[in-house]
């Protein structure tokens, strides 16, 4: 089992701007230390500070969603994770997976009628609810997440 592969950093954690890149394997066990080293780098930078739990939590599904649809599982497959801390106030997570996407107008919500009893749609849903801001690219296969 390796780990994720080292982070790549375009901007110094000390400076007002910054920019992780890791890639994860498409395997679960990936998903952990990947959400470890970006909180651990988000943490350093200073710029998370009470708002740790949405953010983790939120990356944590949105890894999940990628490995377990975008990569099948599949330790070939990887998942790219970009965390960028710019000009703007807070944190910028973009999750991109190499699948074919989904629309996600087309996911009920789980507190509705009988989707309560699906086990679908819970991660998207929580998502949306923990980050400020929520946006697809690549037909879905991309997720943009901001938390000010």
Same mark, same amino acid.
């Given at each position: ?5 080292p982070?790549?950093?375009d901007?110094? !954690?000390?400076s007002?701007? @910054? ?5 994860v394997?498409?395997r ?11 909180m651990t780098? $988000?943490?350093?930078? &200073? ?5 740790? @739990?949405?953010? #983790?939590t939120?990356?944590r #599904?949105?890894l999940?969603?990628?490995? &377990?649809?975008g990569?099948?599982?599949? !330790?070939?497959?990887? =998942?790219?994770?970009?965390v960028?801390?710019?000009?703007e106030p807070? =944190? ?7 699948? &074919?996407? @989904? ?5 009920p919500s789980?507190t509705?009628? !009988?989707n309560?009893?699906r ?6 849903? $929580?998502?949306?609810q923990? /980050?400020?801001?929520v946006? @697809?690219? &690549?037909a879905g296969? #991309?997720?943009? /997440?901001?938390?000010?």
């Amino acid at each position: 089992m390796s780990a994720p592969a080292p982070p790549r950093r375009d901007l110094e !954690p000390g400076s007002s701007e @910054f920019r992780l890149h890791i890639q994860v394997p498409g395997r679960v066990s990936a998903i952990t230390p990947a959400v470890e080293r970006v909180m651990t780098t $988000l943490r350093a930078v &200073r710029r998370v500070h009470g708002r740790e @739990f949405e953010i #983790e939590t939120a990356l944590r #599904e949105a890894l999940s969603n990628a490995v &377990r649809h975008g990569c099948r599982e599949d !330790p070939g497959k990887s =998942v790219d994770v970009t965390v960028t801390c710019d000009a703007e106030p807070g =944190v910028l997570i973009v999750v991109s997976d190499p699948g &074919r996407g @989904f629309d996600p107008a087309q996911v009920p919500s789980p507190t509705v009628g !009988p989707n309560v009893y699906r086990h679908h749609g819970r991660g998207l849903y $929580l998502i949306r609810q923990l /980050m400020d801001e929520v946006t @697809f690219a &690549r037909a879905g296969a #991309e997720i943009r /997440m901001r938390k000010r």
